[in-house]
């Protein structure tokens, strides 16, 4: 798995997704939805990934989709799929960037907008404190537990693209948040 396919994955395990779909027609009523993403994976080699997406703990969907990269942009591609309630949907493209997701989709007898964000869960360790590493002159938020970051830190260790690998901030800019509830808000 590249590099790329990691970080993706690791985003989209966990998350909740806040999604608008807003028909082209102007009589037609925007529908809005949320869905949780319980597991992602790439089929080895290939562009293939299967989302395991579930809206009620007792709806759940197994989604393929096929995802492209515009330099280290997600584009996610849809083909017929049955959104619980809604029709099947034919064909979307959706990009992700900054826990943000945007898009087109169709069906046999509509098309229209999707818009919507993204809110990571905090990864479980052995600590629940949750904290956001927010950068100076960045806008996306990084994540983690450990036990030993307070708020006010300004230096802080986290692992970007490689689990074994922490890393120091080096931004004087940069400080540690604590989010009790353990989850971050999109940036």
Known sequence: MTILQES???MLSGAMFQVRM?????SAQE???EFLVERVDCKPGTQEWICDIAFTPDETISCPATVR????????SLHHVQWPGTETI???EVILQNRLLAGIWNSADRRGYVTGTIRPQCRQAESTSCYAIERSGEV???WWTGETWTEDAQSAQWYDHEPD???ETGDEG???VFYPEGVVEGG
């Open 31 to 33: 529908e809005s939805f």
């Open 22 to 26: 807003k028909p082209v027609s102007d």
């Open 90 to 92: 034919e064909h979307a």
């Open 69 to 76: 990269w515009t330099g280290s942009v997600p584009v996610i």
């Open 8 to 10: 993706f994955k690791r």
């Open 174 to 176: 940069a400080h540690a």
């Open 140 to 142: 996306l938020r990084e």
């Open 165 to 167: 690998a922490p890393r």
